[in-house]
């Protein structure tokens, strides 16, 4: 059975500015001199009001280009009253990024480092858009560089660097395993790939990438919240890599998100830790069972008391080329003792 989801609303710059993509002389300011387009807002308020009316719980998201304004500010609040603005910025610059020959990289690195700028200026949505995989464009998995199983790796690293950024995710279909071809919308997926190992595993892959986004609530739960992230390293861009935290409402929920854009590996590369205690591995695009090379960090990992990206604890880590470690701080288990009380402990069950 299917049903929808909501509504996007495509174009919505050329409806509420009158200059848009018009030259001067094209178009007429609006009775106070203004660009904006005041039948055009009226319309899509009273459309969001309508909606919401009947449906209060479907989505309405904007595709607004453009830096205006309370796209999804409350209409009383004088906004248009989406409740998602698609991030076109965040996919163009996204993508440029990914297409990028490894050794162009580092002198880009802004690309990935720019948009989280204004990632709280509305709520947005992080599309992978059927726009991005016609015309000429290639698919996702395509426009990867390298080698077959370096763009299969580039293609995982693109999706958990989306799951894990601030904002809610919608990925057009074909990208969940790995369509090498153009999207052509008058033929189906190209679902026979699936009978080759590399397809099911990049299935398998953004199957696993879902439930983490379910199960650790610091990768949802304060989305648009400025305290929902925190950069630890943004200027690795000799080596191409980045590292965050994101946070949820209890400090011992958050992870610690490294992200390796180069095709080599580090036995060690060290990143800054906001707290003492140990750390486990909770998510890791290198596993075999997605494709990749096996490189992980199996063991729970103390951290030291070595100052490193400005915090004052760090790790060494194993991070493989064309990979995301998703660190997460170990919880203490709970046992049940003779009389029936429960207690904390450590990983080698020592009682706290």
């Known amino acids: 059975m299917y049903h929808i989801d909501g509504l996007r609303v495509d174009a919505v710059t050329s409806m509420i500015r009158l200059d848009f993509e018009k030259k001067e002389g094209?178009?007429?300011?609006?009775?106070?001199?203004?660009?904006e387009n005041i039948e055009a807002i009226e319309f899509l308020s009273q459309l969001n009001?309508?909606?919401?009316?009947?449906?209060?719980?479907?989505?309405?998201?904007?595709e607004e280009s453009s830096a205006w304004n309370g796209v999804t500010s409350p209409i009383h609040e004088g906004g248009l009253g989406f409740n998602y603005k698609w991030n076109m910025g965040w996919m163009n610059d996204t993508l440029s990024y990914m297409e990028l020959d490894f050794s162009e990289r580092p002198y880009q690195h802004n690309l990935l480092t720019f948009p989280i700028c204004y990632a709280y200026s509305e709520n947005f949505a992080l599309p992978l858009s059927h726009d991005e995989v016609v015309h000429g464009k290639k698919s996702l998995l395509n426009k990867m560089p390298g080698s077959y199983e370096q763009q299969f790796a580039g293609l995982r690293l693109l999706l958990g660097y989306q799951l894990t950024q601030?904002?809610?995710?919608?990925?057009?279909?074909?990208?969940?395993?790995g369509q090498f071809i153009e999207w052509k919308d008058q033929e189906q997926l190209d679902w026979l790939l699936l009978d080759y190992?590399?397809?099911?595993?990049?299935?398998?892959?953004?199957?696993?990438?879902?439930?983490?986004?379910?199960?650790?609530?610091?990768?949802?739960?304060?989305?648009?919240?400025?305290?929902?992230?925190?950069?630890?390293?943004?200027?690795?861009n000799h080596q191409s890599v980045i590292s965050y935290v994101?946070?949820?409402?209890?400090?011992?929920?958050?992870?610690?998100?490294?992200i390796n854009f180069q095709p080599r590996a580090y036995e060690e590369y060290r990143v800054g830790i906001p707290r003492a205690g140990r750390y486990i591995e909770v998510f890791n695009s290198d596993h075999l069972d997605f494709g990749g090379t096996g490189m992980l960090n199996e063991e729970s990992m103390k951290a030291e008391k070595i100052t490193w990206h400005?915090?004052?604890?760090?790790?060494?880590?194993?991070?493989?080329?064309?990979?995301?470690?998703?660190?997460?701080?170990?919880?203490?288990?709970?046992?049940?003792?003779?009389?029936?009380?429960?207690?904390?402990?450590?990983?080698?069950?020592k009682q706290l």
């Open 49 to 62: 009001k309508a909606v919401f009316s009947y449906y209060p719980n479907v989505l309405m998201m904007a």
């Open 166 to 177: 601030p904002g809610k995710k919608l990925m057009f279909m074909g990208g969940e395993f």
């Open 310 to 349: 400005n915090q004052t604890h760090s790790l060494g880590i194993q991070l493989a080329p064309l990979s995301m470690v998703v660190l997460r701080k170990q919880r203490p288990q709970r046992r049940t003792n003779q009389n029936g009380d429960t207690t904390k402990t450590s990983r080698k069950g």
């Open 246 to 258: 994101r946070n949820s409402s209890k400090p011992g929920e958050s992870l610690i998100v490294i």
């Open 197 to 236: 190992e590399s397809h099911r595993k990049q299935l398998a892959y953004t199957a696993a990438l879902n439930r983490l986004y379910l199960e650790e609530k610091a990768l949802w739960k304060r989305d648009h919240d400025l305290e929902g992230f925190q950069w630890l390293s943004a200027d690795d």
């Open 26 to 35: 094209q178009y007429c300011p609006n009775d106070q001199g203004g660009l």
